[in-house]
């Protein structure tokens, strides 16, 4: 990781059956991710409520993944093609908030698919550090300007875990 | 100043249509009550009043301010200031104090753009000049000046703590009169007022809950304007796919738009413990859009179908945060995103 190098902050929500246990996989089998992503556990993808989304980017996530199982798979029954719905409408509303649709990205995956999960994950960190960062307080103060990023500051603030 | 023992009450206007003081007008003959009980002490759109004999009154020699209207300028701001000051009791009256309302759309969009808009590009404006208006402008006379127009409409609470809030646009004589009453009667009487900070003259419930409208299941295959079709006067407006943001929207207005066959706009704002009710009605309609049962496990097939359900929605942003835009979470669009529309 070079010093200057754009870190993105990355939050994802995996469902409890499929994905959560992808994501452990990936781990198991000794796949590398980056670290950049910060998953949290839901029950199910059909439990994303969009604020979870729209209170992750406002509070400082550059993007966010939300992960579930691959449609007709679903532990109940059909909440993941709920979440498909809610995810392809609110991402056509965060357009017009100037977000970038990669910045929200959803990804299916079952429990063994560990390696596919790993795959993903590293395209979209890569993707969102083409983008840059979101910075969206900064955006709401500067009256929606794009700040000028001190990515030196950035790095400072980044809470180690 | 006239010191008749009265409580005093102000109402003032800032970025606004006037809409809520006509509302307040239209509580039928409790106007009669309210002059009765309160010394207006300003109120700009009835009664001949100048800044300055708000300026020279002590602080806090208002009992009640109601005001309503978005922070859209630094005039705006600059008056929200001053009668903050002035008030004991600060009310944000009607849904652009409260959240932004209409006026606050325009964070969907620059400043620049809506100046081009109102001033330049637009079939009915004829400006050959181009003239667009100044903070400064040199004149032989000497300098003329103009409050600054905000890049971000703001609502009330944003710029100054608001003691009450009265939600929606505007909101209804009934609830004016209540809120009044309780006021009146608090400050009387010695009767109990609600908490600071509440959300007064309003239900905590859906407009759902009020709405007589019949209620069933939800498939809704597609979305349609109101022009697209004549809605059956008894069913639920969502269930016919009209567009209704009741789902969503705190009650108390006793579901009048539905009523007449108008999908609620959604000028109550979010229920009682909602932040964003933008999100709450993403959340709800996509819950009860169907498309169908064949291909649902063509996982691409699958995401066609819903755009084009969803291709049926105008305008989602501004459909769902048509009031609450100032106080929604991401309160304003990034100018210069990549995903930008416009």
């Known amino acids: 990781m070079s010093e200057n190098q754009f870190e993105p902050l990355i939050i994802g929500f995996t469902c409890n059956w499929c994905s959560y246990r992808a994501a452990d996989l990936a781990g198991l089998s000794r796949e590398k991710y980056p670290p950049n992503v910060r998953l949290m556990r839901l029950m199910c993808s059909g439990r994303l409520d969009p604020a979870f989304v729209l209170k992750a980017l406002q509070g400082g996530a550059d993007a966010v993944i939300i992960t579930g199982c691959h449609p007709g798979e679903c532990h109940y029954l059909e909440q993941n093609y709920k979440a498909l719905r809610r995810y392809l409408l609110l991402r056509r509303t965060l357009k017009q908030f100037g977000i970038e649709p990669e910045r929200v990205q959803l990804i299916w995956a079952s429990a063994a698919e560990g390696v596919r999960f790993a795959a993903e994950v590293n395209k979209i960190v890569e993707r969102v550090r083409a983008l840059g960062p979101l910075n969206w307080r900064a955006v709401v103060a500067a009256n929606g300007d794009h700040p000028v990023h001190d990515l030196a500051a950035l790095h400072a603030e980044e809470v180690t875990a | ?342």
């Open chain 2, 1 to 342: 100043m006239s010191d008749n023992g009265k409580p005093k009450l102000a109402m003032y206007w800032a970025s606004s249509c006037g809409g809520c003081e006509i509302s307040l007008l239209n509580i039928h003959e409790h106007i009669l009550d309210v002059d009765a009980i309160f010394d207006i002490a300003f109120f700009p759109c009835i009664a001949d009043f100048k800044v300055k004999d708000v300026v020279g009154y002590p602080d806090g020699y208002i009992d009640v301010c109601l005001f309503n209207g978005a922070i859209r300028t630094s005039e705006n701001e600059e008056m929200a200031r001053l009668l903050r000051q002035k008030s004991k009791v600060l009310v944000a009256f009607g849904s652009c104090a409260y959240e932004g309302c209409i006026p606050a759309l325009s964070n969907l969009t620059t400043r620049e753009a809506t100046l081009n808009t109102v001033y330049l590009d637009n079939p009915t404006v004829d400006n050959p000049e181009r003239i667009i208006p100044q903070t400064v402008s040199e004149m032989p006379e000497g300098d003329l000046t103009l409050p600054v127009f905000y890049h971000t409409v703001k609502s009330l609470d944003q710029v100054v703590p608001v003691d009450y809030t009265i939600p929606g646009c505007p909101p209804e004589p009934h609830q004016i009169w209540t809120v009044v009453e309780a006021v009146a009667n608090g400050l009387l009487k010695g009767a109990p007022l609600p908490p600071p900070g509440s959300i007064v003259g309003a239900e905590k419930v859906a407009v759902c809950e009020e709405c007589a409208r019949e209620r069933n299941v939800k498939h809704i295959e597609r979305f349609y304007r109101p022009y697209e079709i004549n809605p059956d006067p008894n069913i639920c407006l969502l269930e016919q796919g009209l567009m209704c943001m009741g789902i969503a929207t705190r009650g108390g207005c006793g579901a009048l738009c539905p009523l007449v066959g108008m999908g609620c706009r959604g000028c109550y704002g979010p229920v009682e413990g909602v932040e964003d009710q933008g999100a709450k009605m993403i959340t709800a309609i996509a819950s009860v859009m169907d498309v169908g049962q064949a291909g649902l496990h063509d996982e691409q097939a699958l995401e066609k179908k819903i755009d084009a359900l969803l291709d049926t929605i105008v305008d989602p942003a501004g459909t769902f945060y048509r009031f609450s835009m100032a106080h929604s979470m991401l309160q304003r669009t990034r100018a210069n995103g990549h995903g930008r529309n416009n």
